[in-house]
């Protein structure tokens, strides 16, 4: 599965479009993804201090700067990012790009996620595909991302990511290492502890990580959560539960006419 340049506008009807909601952290895309992932091959400590938050449109970011654009025949390939739950021949697909410290990423999975998840994705109705993402603006931000690698390496991240959502605060405002609050979520979510400990210690997933920090970047993704369904144009925000079901129930519509 790819995403290329193309879109089609088939929200252009629904008052999705119109409203607006919050996300973390629109910037400087080009400047924050080079950080992010310069990040990984330096002294692996979390990337950026600071916690600004804005509001975004659910209409499609602005285009990434063309230096950070994939060419029209070398679509971003997302088959492999983050971990996919639910059947993955589901008719619909949503790829998610989060970040664990974004407080609107946070309230997305607290209302919405866990009802949308058992309308569409348990009904084998959604493919739902997480990626781990480093926005670049969040304390402890690598560590949380490769913390949620190595959740997805033992097909854990449904319970380990909402632990972490769920308890944000107690690891985002830690001033000190979060190595042992990340091994205690995973001790008490179930998780084999000495491979999660082996997973961070040996940084197994370091690839994904950055794999997935230069494919958010290509795509544009400039704030978090960012959602794509392929074939339509990426929505961006807390979504409330109400308007992600308007767009699903379009997507699933046999009358659905996406314009061209």
């Known amino acids: 599965m790819a995403i290329g340049d193309s879109r089609r506008t088939a929200f252009a009807g629904l008052a999705v479009v119109s409203l607006v909601v919050a996300a973390c952290g629109p910037g400087n895309l080009e400047k924050r993804t080079q950080q992010a ?3 990984l091959d330096a002294s692996g400590q979390g990337v950026g201090v600071s916690t600004s938050e804005g509001v975004a449109s659910v209409r499609a970011p602005e285009k990434a700067p063309e230096t950070r654009r994939p060419a029209a025949s070398a679509p971003v ?3 492999d990012l983050g971990h996919t739950f639910g059947d993955p021949e589901a008719p619909v697909r949503v790829i998610e790009f989060s970040d664990f410290g974004c407080g609107y990423c946070r309230k997305f999975h607290i209302e919405a996620y866990p009802d949308l998840i058992a309308e569409y994705v348990e009904t084998g109705k959604v493919a739902w595909q997480y990626v781990p993402y480093v926005l670049g603006i969040f304390p402890h ?3 949380s991302a ?3 690698e190595c959740a997805v390496e033992q097909e854990m991240l449904q319970a380990y990511g909402a632990r972490m959502f769920e308890d944000q605060a107690e690891w985002k405002n830690e001033e000190g290492p979060v190595r042992d609050i990340f091994l205690r979520f995973a ?3 179930g998780l084999d ?3 999660f400990e082996q997973c961070l210690e040996e940084d197994w997933r370091r690839d994904q990580v950055r794999q997935n920090i230069l494919a958010g970047g290509r795509l544009g993704v400039r704030g978090t959560p960012t959602f794509f369904i ?4 990426p929505l961006q925000g807390a979504l409330p539960k ?3 079901q308007q767009v699903l129930e379009y997507v699933l519509s046999e009358d659905a006419e996406p314009a061209q």
Request: aromatic share 8%.
């Open 141 to 143: 931000g690598l560590e």
């Open 37 to 39: 992932a310069e990040a």
């Open 230 to 233: 392929p074939g339509y144009q």
């Open 77 to 79: 390939e997302l088959s």
């Open 187 to 189: 001790r008490e979510e």
């Open 193 to 195: 502890v000495a491979r």
């Open 146 to 148: 490769t913390a949620g």
């Open 242 to 244: 109400e308007i992600f």
